[in-house]
């Protein structure tokens, strides 16, 4: 019997919605939120009626009889460090997502709106892969100062999607794969898989690998430090010089790859330089990764936004393909990954994970 769902993604200014019949895309909708209306609200769970109630808007206008669902899945949002999988929606959850434990984002709002209106019609609600999934390695942990420990901050929900997809279009389990996957998107992480894991991953938010369209990765540290106490910048000015307005933002002034290329075709040397640069940084944490699994690596998968670009993509095999062969899965569908996440649960392949 097919399960129909409704799929909610929170962004800062926008609720990406989609309705399923099992995996199909029955239609989906970008509900845009102006900056005026968001200013209302002192802080993100506060929006969740005014969100929930454009969502149910919308599926009436559509005619959609939500009393026809079998599940909501919400994105899952910046809880406590857990391990990857679907989690039901508690009100342990739901109370971790409201407070923010590692900060207030728009996606805590996911889980909570899901609850609310999988409660509301007596279906189960469930986040899958959230931001702060955590399955580190202990080696992985350490930095090298005690009191600065590596974390786990990544693209879980697409790269364990494309992870999946792989290891289906192969024949083959997850958990049996050996795996270094590659997001390139406004952040980049490389992660490695193996059994079903992510053992080690470059932090894509605010400090770890190789530079982005809008972060910096990894800078030199001590440099960094005197930067921070130099007393021409604040601490949010520097924070924004790492998140924001790092990577291809600081260097060429666009976060967008293909701005870049154009540059590059027109041709701008410091453009061709920096998107050399991105290709040589990406490429050398594919190469640590490759480590990690002690150089038995079954494929290199690369996802996100820039493998649209062919460019980019035939830098990373000329210098990393010798690691393993690639598969390439252009952008990124977190709509279905949820969906598909909720349904290895009510399909039994797996069970549904408590918080």
Request: one cysteine or more; a negative charge.
């Amino acid at each position: 019997m097919s399960v129909k769902s409704l799929v909610i993604n929170p962004g800062s200014t926008s609720t990406k919605i989609g309705v399923f019949e099992d995996e199909t895309l029955l239609f989906d909708e970008t509900l845009r939120h102006s900056t005026e209306e968001i200013a209302k609200y002192s802080n993100i769970a506060d929006q969740k009626d005014f969100r929930k109630d454009i969502i149910l808007s919308v599926l009436k206008e559509k005619n959609f009889d939500i009393n026809s669902l079998g599940m909501v899945v919400g994105r899952g949002g910046m809880l406590k460090p857990i391990p990857g999988g679907t989690y039901e929606v508690t009100d342990a959850l739901v109370n971790d997502l409201k407070i923010g434990v590692q900060g207030q984002h728009a996606s805590n709002l996911g889980g909570i709106l899901a609850k609310e209106i999988g409660d509301s019609i007596g279906v189960p609600s469930f986040i899958v892969d959230p931001t702060v999934v955590d399955e580190l390695c202990d080696e992985a942990r350490y930095s090298g100062v005690p009191e600065l420990p590596r974390i786990s901050v990544f693209h879980a929900l697409n790269q364990k999607a494309v992870a999946r997809r792989y290891a289906k279009e192969a024949g083959k389990a997850y958990e049996d794969l050996n795996l270094i996957v590659v997001h390139m998107g406004g952040g980049v992480s490389v992660g490695a898989h193996t059994g079903g894991r992510v053992v080690d991953v470059f932090n894509a938010l605010d400090g770890d690998g190789a530079f982005s369209p809008e972060r910096a990765g990894g800078v030199p540290s001590g440099a960094l430090i005197k930067m921070c106490f130099s007393g021409k910048y604040s601490e949010a000015e520097v924070y924004k010089k790492i998140v924001g307005n790092g990577g291809f933002n600081a260097y060429v002034g666009t976060n967008d790859m293909r701005d870049v290329d154009k540059l590059v075709n027109d041709g701008d040397a410091k453009a061709k330089a920096v998107r050399d640069a991105f290709i040589f940084q990406v490429a050398k944490d594919m190469g640590s990764m490759a480590t990690v699994l002690k150089g038995k690596v079954d494929r290199i998968v690369v996802t996100g936004g820039i493998a649209y670009d062919k460019e980019v993509v035939a830098g990373l095999k000329e210098r990393a393909e010798w690691i393993a062969p690639f598969t390439v899965y252009p952008g990124e569908d977190e709509l279905l990954a949820l969906v598909q996440g909720g349904l290895r649960v009510l399909n039994k392949e797996e069970e549904a994970k408590v918080y």
